[in-house]
């Protein structure tokens, strides 16, 4: 069964810090999202991603929050100038067109020191 | 008024039980719905999609009324394995397509 694959499974860094955070999605899917999940809290939208462009995002998606698509293949969520509550899974999500059905990526695990 | 709702359990059944979780949303104009199922620290995974006219899928079965915004879960003959935190997520409508979540009803199924 097509996976999203994604890296690091867990990443610990210093406030303040850049993280890059990585997805590899199904190759022949076309809408890329990423989700967070506090631990304890619900899973929550940060930003949708089509034909190379934001298409949605949430208002915690702010300015030190970017996405990019930069070779193709990977889809990265950055995050400038980490806080602590950036602490959370981080989950990308990919999505046929055609069958419109969601995979998700087993995440990322942020903890910002 | 929270845009998915449901009672964080947690809900403790034998195995064998029949369990049911309910779900409620805000949003007259939610378009699709699901039921997804997330094990503890691993990301969540589409147990069922959610029909109008009710569907099933083996010990499963999902309900949606409309009318009400209410969408409902029955898990009959419960195994260990479905042990579990269940999301009722919904998707808004209109040219979104992204999926909101409830908190999740925690299973634990005991032996």
């Known amino acids: 069964e097509p996976e999203v694959t994604q890296t690091p499974s867990h990443q610990v860094t210093q406030m303040g810090q850049e993280v890059i955070l990585r997805c590899v999605p199904i190759s022949n899917h076309l809408y890329f999202y990423w989700y967070r999940q506090i631990l304890g809290q619900k899973v929550e939208f940060l930003v949708s991603?089509?034909?190379?462009?934001?298409?949605?995002k949430s208002e915690i998606f702010d300015d030190q929050f970017s996405v990019e698509r930069p070779d193709g293949s990977n889809f990265t969520l950055k995050i400038r100038s980490t806080k602590l509550e950036d602490s959370a899974m981080y989950f990308c999500?990919?999505?046929?067109?055609?069958?419109?059905?969601?995979?998700f990526g087993s995440g990322t695990r942020l903890t910002v020191v | 008024r929270k845009e998915v709702e449901q009672d964080p359990g947690p809900f403790n059944v034998p195995e064998g039980a029949t369990v049911a979780f309910n779900c409620t949303y805000s949003n007259s104009a939610s378009q699709s719905f699901f039921w997804y199922r997330q094990d503890c620290r691993k990301e969540p995974k589409l147990l069922m999609s959610?029909?109008?006219s009710g569907n099933e899928d083996g010990r499963f079965t999902a309900q949606l009324n409309r009318a009400s915004q209410y969408i409902s879960l029955l898990i009959r003959d419960s195994k260990l394995s479905d042990s579990a935190t269940y999301l009722c997520v919904v998707t808004p409508g209109g040219a979104t397509n992204k999926l909101i979540f409830g908190t999740g009803t925690l299973l634990a199924v005991q032996p």
């Open positions: 991603f089509y034909n190379n462009e934001i298409s949605e």
């Open positions: 999500a990919t999505r046929d067109r055609g069958s419109g059905g969601y995979t």
């Open positions: 959610v029909y109008s």
